[in-house]
């Protein structure tokens, strides 16, 4: 059997034995409305089995943020900025800093 898989920005193709096969698994189809910030905003507005953000900081606690640096494909500036309206509405003051490898402009 031939398979296909996204590998990079092209298409790696294998071909495995019938009887090696056990099934393929292939990902759910999910519907949306939202993306990106939109949908980061709707979902802390609107969380699942926990309470909304501003609900569990104070004022004056201390806080982390932790998030990916460029070598990682996170969305941190789709994240971000959601994030910390939520904290602000909150009450809570936001300080920051980095820390971490520098990386050559050639990377």
């Known amino acids: 059997m031939k398979l296909e898989f996204g590998f990079g920005k092209g298409i790696q193709t294998v071909e ?7 099934g393929v698994l292939t990902a759910n189809t999910v519907e949306y409305d939202l993306t990106g910030e939109d ?4 979902a802390l507005a609107e ?8 609900e569990g900081v104070k004022p004056g606690e201390k806080i982390a943020i932790v ?3 460029i070598t990682r ?4 500036w789709q994240i971000m900025p959601a994030l910390l ?4 509405a909150a009450g809570v ?3 920051g800093g980095g820390m971490g ?7």
């Open 16 to 22: 495995l034995p019938e009887d090696n096969l056990m």
């Open 47 to 54: 969380p699942i089995g926990a309470p909304k953000l501003e």
């Open 93 to 95: 003051i936001l300080m």
């Open 101 to 107: 490898n520098l990386f050559p402009l050639s990377d």
């Open 67 to 69: 998030t990916s640096d």
């Open 85 to 88: 309206r939520h904290l602000y």
């Open 39 to 42: 949908e980061v905003e709707r």
């Open 73 to 76: 494909p996170c969305p941190t």
